[in-house]
């Protein structure tokens, strides 16, 4: 039963105000989980990903919101939803200015809160959105019940009304996913399946490093993994042959979102990784490879042309294969970058790099730790509610070096909210004029912390691990 009872209830000499009833801060989370789920299904549903049937299967309705606002544009998109050809968002938008008298901006502000959650976490917002409207039925018809008892009126049907809610949420309650029973099954079930001679693991996604697969399990799908450095360490050029790693041994698709580069940039560094001995400069300046400029040197000339065309041939099979896809930011704000994610991750990227997170501007009145904190839960769920893995660059301080001693995570600006919610923890360490340097593996959820000694190829932009002799 779902009360639509007035809130207030007015008699002679007694006025209760049931809104006020309830704690101010249980109002307002009400009110935000209101606006994540109404923010989620406008922005992620469509006829092929039904968010909303996701929404309606946790148990919400209209009256389960305690904002009048939020409640018309829910019945809104139930509206929409059973339009054949109807487009879901213009419809809602209608209403919302039309019916509400209200700026679009209030809907798309929900949209941002909303855009990292779908699908099994939407269902679980939904959950906690109806758990919260039970306790908000029943504080109201406890106050009524009390009122009609001072007035010496009859309570017997406000009375039967809290015995049915309570009924209904003690049901509700007992509904709860069996998270522990069901986990067990699907474990056994996994792990009986991946013993098997013909499994085949789509959860790793492996890198060029063997020490780094081996000790760690390599990048995994659902998890955030970090990759810090100091400027100038080669980080962005780690990450790019973790990217070409990914496309050529796992098969993967992969995108690069970046906050340091534009897309020519993006891609001649690329490219560079590409070929055999071809100067960077050249790939981000072609006018040198005009032919006059080459008359003292054909058979020079003659090579890095042939090995362009071998990496125009292989981008063309990229393109073809659609599994790289690149994107230069001109908008540096944590919404757009979470919003570059999950475009990126519904396109079908794998495996996504995100370079990096200090260059990201927080808008919320907060400190730098809380927002990076807040910016890794968000991408945290990006990953688990896609199944993809997120490899977020971020920058480290010179302490390290300062102090002659290895990095480690508490260097890294906002380290708390990094090291919480990161799966996998790297750190490279290199000397501006060394082309030996270290991968520090600084926490692994997968396996187990290590170093491992890398050298660096300036001419091609690569790593690669050093073996003991």
Known sequence: MKSQRQTQYRSEGLKIDFENLLP??????????EKLVLGSILRHHSPKDDQLSIALQAGIGPEDFCTPQHRTIF???????????????????????????????????MMDLGCSIQGQSLAWHART??????DRQECTLVAEYVGLLQQGQDTRDVFDDLLKIRSEKKNFQRGEPEAFGNGLDC??????????????DDIEIKSHLPSLDEDTQGFRRSEVAVLAGSPGSGKSALAMNFLLTAINGSKVKTALISLEMTIEEILARLINQMVDDVPLLYLLNPSRLQPRNWKNRPFEYERI????????????????????????LNSFTAESV???????????????????????????RSNFAESMTRLMVNLTEIAKTTNICILALSQINRDACREGRSPRLT???????????ASLALILHRNLDSTKGNLYISKARSGRAGCIPLVFNAKRLTFQEVYDQ
């Open 24 to 33: 101010a801060e249980v109002i307002s989370r009400t009110r935000y989980t």
């Open 75 to 109: 019945q809104s998109m139930l509206d929409a939803w059973g339009e054949i050809g109807a487009d879901f968002l213009e419809q809602v938008l209608h209403v919302f200015h039309y019916c509400l008298r209200e700026k679009p901006e209030y809907l798309y502000g």
């Open 129 to 134: 959105l109806r758990a919260l409207s039970f």
């Open 187 to 200: 474990w056994w079930s996994k792990f009986d399946r991946q013993r098997d001679d013909n499994f085949s």
């Open 305 to 328: 042309i042939q090995e362009i065309e071998k990496a125009r041939h292989y981008t063309d099979q990229l393109r073809e294969e659609g599994v790289f896809q690149a994107e230069g």
């Open 338 to 364: 979470l919003a570059t994610v999950e475009r990126a991750a519904r396109a079908g990227a794998d495996f996504v790099v995100v370079d990096h997170l200090h260059r990201v501007l927080f808008t919320e």
């Open 411 to 421: 260097d890294l600006k906002g380290s708390s909210g990094l090291e919480e919610n």
